[in-house]
């Protein structure tokens, strides 16, 4: 039950706010293994981007 209070009341939290609490939580090597596949993510999108252009 504390959690779905927790998430409540991080209803006018921008995302950044929510990864910072989320990820504090996390061990530096899950956190450093998400912000890897996100940047990979992101090439990849711009790389598809620039193809399209």
């Known amino acids: 039950m ?3 209070r927790n998430i409540d009341h ?3 939290l921008t995302p ?3 990864w910072e609490r989320f990820s504090s939580s996390l ?3 899950i956190v450093a293994c ?3 596949d996100r940047l ?3 090439f ?3 790389t598809l981007e620039n ?3």
């Open 10 to 12: 991080g209803a006018d």
């Open 34 to 36: 998400i912000d890897r």
């Open 27 to 29: 061990s530096a090597e």
């Open 2 to 4: 504390s959690k779905r």
């Open 51 to 53: 193809q399209v252009q």
């Open 40 to 42: 990979r993510e992101q």
């Open 16 to 18: 950044v706010q929510i």
């Open 44 to 46: 990849l999108k711009a």
